[in-house]
């Protein structure tokens, strides 16, 4: 490919042009984090290297990986099970086949590395709506592979993920043969593919049975589940499928503070990967996304995207979820 632009370095800095003639030479009233990442991002480029003729990036032998959902906020992801899982699946694969494997961590601020990252590929995991950190990797021309389906998928786009709407209507069958028939959603926090592909479905199966939904939005800090206040003060629910890993925790808080009984009261469904709810009184049933499978499977396109000219074929790699049936959500 031809060398690059003022325009190019640009893109993959996130500033405008004139920024960038600024900080390139010496001139204009610029913070110094952002003189230094401009000049970075033109380094990492290759700007001023190319003389007459082509260039290409050297092969670094590097993957990057980043979650890039939930908005850019300092959260710990790897203490969460499904990433957890995820990142050793992921660097156990990379690792074999030659490559080291570099972990962003979540914020998004002044000097983050995605602009500068010298990495070969990237992993993305959970990539929201307008995520900054995708839009300068595209303009940077680095290689990626999504774990979840992209908001705004390209052609050539390559994604890991599960069925997620077979998965929902698995879970719900489950739970109205097991005798519910009021069906909340613990949803709705996250802006990445699985929020949405969920909760389409859900409201999907509800509309074909005639029942209305019932979606109780989901938050990080909520311990007491005071979310289902109002819903188990009423009875209005009597059974809840929670998509994310402390969901479960939250529900059965909030029933023993109403005085439900799981399962008796309130039959529970967790998507989570934490082995402690299989060991809990009750034992809470869950769905397992398979996370290790994913990651290998998303590192074994990338490479993929790298070494071989024809590539994976572009769309989904699905991996199938499973459900794990325990005490509560087992029949009335």
């Not at 390559?158 to 069925?163: L, M």
């Not at 005071?226 to 029933?255: I, K």
Request: proline share 7%; hydrophobic share 40%; net charge neutral.
């Amino acid at each position: 490919m031809s060398g690059p632009t003022i325009a190019d370095i640009a893109r993959a800095a996130e500033v405008s042009t004139a920024t960038v003639s600024h900080a390139l030479n010496g001139t204009g009233r610029l913070s110094e984090s952002t003189r230094r990442r401009v000049r970075e991002t033109a380094t990492i480029l290759g700007y001023g290297s190319y003389g007459h003729g082509s260039y290409r990036a050297p092969r670094t032998r590097g993957l990057g990986l980043a979650v890039t959902t939930f908005a850019g906020s300092a959260w710990n992801f790897v203490a969460v099970s499904y990433f957890s899982q995820w990142l050793t699946a992921a660097t156990s694969a990379a690792h074999a086949r030659g490559y080291s494997l570099t972990t962003l961590p979540a914020q998004r601020g002044a000097g983050t590395p995605w602009h500068t990252l010298a990495v070969d590929g990237m992993l993305l995991l959970d990539s929201p709506k307008g995520d900054p950190v995708l839009r300068a990797l595209r303009a940077r021309g680095i290689p990626v592979v999504f774990d979840g389906r992209p908001a705004d998928p390209r052609p050539g786009d390559v994604w890991v993920d599960n069925d997620h709407a077979a998965t929902t209507r698995e879970v719900l069958d489950h739970l109205a043969a097991a005798g519910a028939r009021r069906i909340a959603l613990h949803c709705g926090f996250g802006d990445e593919h699985y929020t949405y592909a969920v909760t389409e479905a859900y409201e999907r199966w509800c509309a074909e049975r005639g029942r209305p939904p019932l979606p109780i939005r989901f938050e990080p800090d909520d311990d007491p589940g005071h979310a289902f206040d109002q819903v188990f003060r009423g009875r209005a629910a009597d059974a809840v499928y929670s998509l994310y890993d402390p969901g479960g925790r939250q529900v059965l808080a909030a029933a023993a503070r109403h005085g439900l009984r799981v399962p008796d009261e309130l039959l529970l469904v967790c998507a989570s990967e934490d082995p402690a709810y299989a060991q809990g009184d009750p034992a809470v049933s869950t769905v397992t996304l398979r996370p290790g499978v994913i990651g290998e499977a998303a590192v074994d396109a990338l490479v993929a995207l790298l070494e071989d000219a024809r590539g994976p074929a572009p769309g989904q790699i699905t991996v199938p979820a499973a459900l794990t049936v325990r005490a509560s959500s087992r029949p009335r």
